[in-house]
């Protein structure tokens, strides 16, 4: 029997993202908009990225029980922040905040700081709720640095301010085929991947 | 081939009980105290249950890679009291703690509080980390109620103050086998290896 599963975000590019990685597996994908209009908005209150993706499965789950949920949760870590902003990299700048004014943020706080001294990464935790009381969950991890003014235009959030390790582009330059090989969501995709791929029936 | 486990607990009893729970599947299960002389301190610092869970399956799985680790965490939350002692229920009354002065602890904080207010529930989450980047959990719950005197011999920490909904008798009271099939880690343990059976190769 083809299982269920239902995306927890109201981002179409990660939906679309999914649908590709799962089409080799025998699943049928919807997401938020296929099952609430208008879109529901899931409080994430967590203080870990794994916090905030289970609290998105479990809202889903509770309301669609027996279809799988999954959700992911991402952000970015700048070690001279102290791994800010962290879980609060949607919202770094406050109510309202764009992928503008985010940016804009993150250079000011980083405006003292040399450049050998801006690594950092992006993370991805991706969980996915078979059941009542189970989760198989997959992390991605992308390290690298912040440079000091804005490059490219693809992507989204504080692509065009970060450099992965081993590339002198930013996320914002690189194709989107590459990225999504060295990505943060690229890797826990296909880490869940790998695992989900055992337990469809 | 058979897999290889190791579950991060320096806990006999509960050695005990996963060995039992596995003796099913093709697994060949070990624990801290076979790979570690002394027992490793791993520092549990997380916020929630699955936070130290992973913790100690993470310090695990780093220094045995490709060995599948194991680690649980649980703890009690009392509603009176907001949800303590939660993640500090081994060290409720602070430096040097012990089933006693815990349960004394728990008993003296309630002490204001009517019967029909002293719900809580014990929780348990089990992570077992099955590759670098991915983990596959298990959650279980038991709803109760503190009472205002120990009863009982049995079980350990706040066993002899929780009587179980649905029951009249405490946790230290019922027998290993009544309150194996009820208790959290039961239930958490039951979850895990339903989904831990469609993923042995």
């Given at each position: 029997m083809t299982k269920k599963i239902i995306i927890a975000t109201g981002n179409q590019g990660k939906v679309n993202e999914f649908k590709e990685l799962f089409s080799g597996i025998d699943l049928s994908v919807s997401s938020l908009k296929d099952h609430w209009n208008p879109l529901p908005d899931i409080?994430?209150?967590?203080?870990?990225f794994y916090d905030n993706a289970k609290i998105k499965a479990d809202w889903v789950y509770e309301r669609r029980g027996g279809v799988w949920a999954l959700a992911d949760d991402s952000g970015l870590e700048v070690d001279a922040l102290?791994?800010?902003?962290?879980?609060?990299s949607a919202r770094f700048s406050g109510e309202g905040a764009t992928s503008e004014s985010n940016n804009e943020k993150l250079l000011n706080d980083l405006k003292e700081i040399p450049e050998h001294l801006r690594t950092a990464r992006f993370k991805c935790v991706l969980v996915l709720k078979?059941?009542?009381?189970t989760y198989l969950s997959a992390e991605g991890t992308c390290e690298g640095v912040i440079i000091t003014e804005k490059s490219g235009s693809r992507g989204f959030g504080y692509d065009p301010l970060f450099i992965p390790q081993?590339?002198?582009?930013t996320f914002a330059q690189i194709s989107s085929e590459e990225k999504n090989k060295i990505s943060h969501r690229g890797k826990a995709m296909r880490a869940l991947y790998k695992e989900l791929q055992k337990i469809i029936d």
């Open positions: 409080e994430e209150n967590g203080s870990a102290g791994g800010a902003p962290g879980v609060l078979t059941g009542p009381e081993g590339f002198n582009e």
